[in-house]
C-alpha cells in the first residue's frame, strides 16, 4: 500500500520559515518525481513546486520562486519543501505527490496523493 505522509506544518508569522517533510513508502520509488501541491479554503488546488529523479529539474509556481526550496533524498524516499519569507497567502494545506512522470506532476495529475499538512501563516 502506497502512503505518502506529510509533516512539519503549522502556525507561523509572516516572514517565518517551515519546512514541510514527505515519507514515502509502500513500492519502489526509483525514477519517480515528486511535487507539492496547496489548497486554500473556497479555492481551488494549486501546484507548487516539483523535482525529478535526479533533482536536475526543478520548477515553481511564479509566487513562491525565491522563497520556497524543493529538495529530495532518494536514500530515504523523502521530499521536502522548504518555505522562507512565508506570506499569509501560502496559507493553506499542503500536499505531497508522486508519479512515474516529471511531466505529469507539473500537469497537476500525478498518480499519488497525500493526505496534506496544514500551513498558516498569520500576518
Known amino acids: 500500500q502506497v502512503q505518502l505522509v506529510e509533516s512539519g506544518g503549522g502556525l507561523v508569522q509572516a516572514g517565518g520559515s517551515l519546512r514541510l517533510s514527505c515519507a514515502a513508502s509502500?513500492?519502489?520509488?526509483?525514477?519517480?518525481?515528486f511535487g507539492w501541491f496547496r489548497q486554500a479554503p473556497g479555492k481551488e488546488r494549486e501546484f507548487v513546486a516539483a523535482i525529478n529523479w535526479s533533482s536536475t529539474n526543478r520548477k515553481y509556481l511564479d509566487s513562491v520562486e525565491g522563497r520556497f526550496t524543493i529538495s529530495r533524498d532518494n536514500a530515504k524516499n523523502a521530499v521536502y519543501l522548504q518555505m522562507n519569507s512565508l506570506k499569509s497567502e501560502d496559507t493553506a494545506v499542503y500536499y505531497c505527490?508522486?508519479?512515474?512522470?516529471?511531466?505529469?506532476?507539473?500537469?497537476?495529475?500525478?498518480?499519488?496523493w497525500g493526505q496534506g499538512t496544514q500551513v498558516t501563516v498569520s500576518s
Open positions: 505527490a508522486a508519479d512515474p512522470k516529471y511531466q505529469t506532476i507539473t500537469a497537476m495529475t500525478p498518480y499519488y
Open positions: 509502500g513500492r519502489t520509488f526509483s525514477g519517480y518525481a
